[in-house]
């Protein structure tokens, strides 16, 4: 009797103590936010995450009647920021800005610093499929890059190794055309572009919207496939790998926006719709489709589960590719 007494008291302190939280966090949300807003953006300013967390910000900051600065903190494929924001206050106050690269360096790099389960998803804001491009000079079809790679090796860059990118062409070539090819690794996106541009590398790969689609329109570059469930309307001339006999091969890198683990679920929803309403204003959208980027919408829920799924969907091409960062 003492014991289940003893139990009984214990389980009515955690519920007491529960509640107690709970009404804090209640209380606290309604005075979100009262102060500045931090967006920790995990790339280089100009890059695809940069671009979309400055345009959020700026809407973000006139519907919630804060400031919201953007700070980048770029370095080690977004493990830097990812650290930084994983390790804050779970207030509201600092919100990361990030990409594919969170879902991918869970099972990508060993040694990161902060687990895939210390982050609460936001939203996820835009998509762009990952494309595989070369120079208009070169092959003119998929079908003949891979009947030549069969016989000699070809080329491919990407905005470096371990990128969404490189891990696409390569478990492409790797995995289902059997094919040989060697990477070369480019210290970013734009030298990676001048370099297809001007014709030093066979192949490029790279997120569509990465600079690439202008020069796809205006036939200097070529659009061979793109890692989608459909064309892209910017390209609608660039034929998905499933259309040249690659079904279910589909990759797309995304922006979204992460808080550190336990902010309140209010401060969560609130911030989530509050961006949604900003990737549905006709303004922005007609700022980033012509790049190659799709806004997409949704709740926490169903931002979260598209994380939980990319992150099984990139260890697959990862663990078949044998790639691992310490």
């Keep these: 009797m003492k014991a289940t007494a003893a139990l009984l008291r214990k389980a009515a302190l955690v519920c007491s ?5 709970g009404a804090f966090q209640s209380v606290y949300a309604q005075t979100y936010p009262s102060r500045v807003i931090k967006i920790v953006v995990s790339f280089s300013a100009g890059g695809f995450v940069d671009t979309v967390a400055r345009i959020v910000g700026q809407k973000l900051s006139q519907r919630l009647g804060q400031p919201v600065v953007i700070e980048n903190r770029p370095g ?22 990030t990409s594919t ?38 092959p003119s079809s998929l079908k ?40 070369i690794p480019y210290q970013g996106g734009a030298p990676l572009l001048n370099a297809t541009i001007s014709n030093h590398i066979e192949l490029a790969g790279a997120a569509m919207a990465g600079g690439f689609v202008p020069h796809i329109q205006s036939g200097a570059l070529r659009g ?32 979204g926006f992460f808080a550190p683990i336990n902010t309140p679920t209010a401060i969560i ?41 990319d992150i099984e969907r990139w260890r697959r091409m990862i663990d078949a590719i044998g790639l691992r960062i310490e």
């Design 76 to 97: 080690a494929a977004g493990n830097i920021a990812h650290r930084f924001v994983a390790g804050a206050p779970a207030d509201g106050y600092t919100i990361l800005a």
């Design 101 to 138: 690269a969170l879902a991918i360096n869970e099972t990508l790099y060993s040694n990161r610093g902060y687990l895939g389960t210390d982050f609460t998803t936001v939203a996820i804001v835009a998509t762009t499929p990952e494309i595989l491009v070369n120079n208009a000079a070169g």
């Design 269 to 309: 929803t609130q911030l989530n719709q509050a961006i949604e309403e900003i990737m549905k204003d006709p303004d922005i959208v007609s700022k980033i489709t012509p790049a190659g980027y799709e806004p997409i919408y949704g709740s926490t829920a169903e931002a979260d589960a598209m994380y939980r799924k």
């Design 17 to 21: 103590i529960l509640i107690a939280l």
């Design 144 to 183: 003949e890059v891979v009947a030549k790679a069969k016989i000699n090796p070809t080329n491919f860059g990407t905005a470096g190794a371990g990128s969404a990118s490189y891990i696409v062409i390569e478990y492409f070539f790797k995995e289902l055309a059997k094919a040989q090819a060697t990477h």
């Design 224 to 255: 061979l496939a793109i890692a989608s469930d459909k064309r892209a309307a910017v390209v609608p001339n660039v034929p998905t790998y499933a259309e040249l006999g690659y079904p279910g091969f589909t990759a797309l890198s995304w922006a």
